[in-house]
């Protein structure tokens, strides 16, 4: 897991770690030690594991992190990992997305309407300066509430990190 994940643009920084372990091993362990010790919430289906932070801690912003895990080989698995936002505020923010185009479109065509009517275009054009301001208010929204989250970030990341270590020295 690079550091370099958080310098990324991206709302939804990846990972790519090959682990030397047969994937069913590998996902027993990791389903023993989140029962048994952590703190973190875990849901597990199929070969997917989602690592939430602790209710009491938890808060719009709060990240999760998904991995899931496949077979390369008998004796080799390949992690991929995804931090991200809940599915809820991920959700907010592409039904937001999709309705800042759709008026973005919207106003695209009253402005052209009213072009070849030769009516005033003022208040078209005026919206179409104004929407993807807007549009870029939601994407600065996103990566603040990015940077409100990078600190549970980066405790899943550790503990993440450390869990794998553990299970290595089996």
Do not use: C
Not at 71 to 88: A, D, M
Not at 150 to 166: A, C, N, S, V
């Amino acid at each position: 897991m690079d550091d370099k994940l958080y310098n990324q643009i991206f709302l939804k920084p990846r990972f790519r770690l090959e682990y030397e372990m047969n994937s069913e091993v590998l996902l027993e362990e990791i389903k023993k030690r989140l029962s048994d010790v952590s703190k973190y919430k875990m849901k597990v289906v199929d070969n997917h594991v989602v690592l939430d932070v602790p209710e009491k801690e938890s808060h719009l912003w709060s990240p999760q992190l998904h991995l899931e895990i496949e077979e390369i080989s008998e004796n080799l698995s390949l992690i991929k990992g995804l931090f991200g936002p809940k599915p809820q505020v991920w959700t907010f923010f592409i039904i937001s997305h999709f309705i800042v185009i759709t008026i973005f479109l919207t106003f695209v065509g009253i402005a052209y309407s009213n072009w070849a009517l030769h009516k005033s275009m003022f208040f078209p054009v005026t919206m179409l300066i104004v929407i993807p301001i807007v549009w870029g208010l939601l994407y600065l929204v996103g990566r603040l509430g990015k940077a409100t989250g990078k600190g549970q970030m980066d405790e899943l990341k550790e503990y993440t990190k450390k869990m794998l270590q553990e299970i290595k020295s089996i």
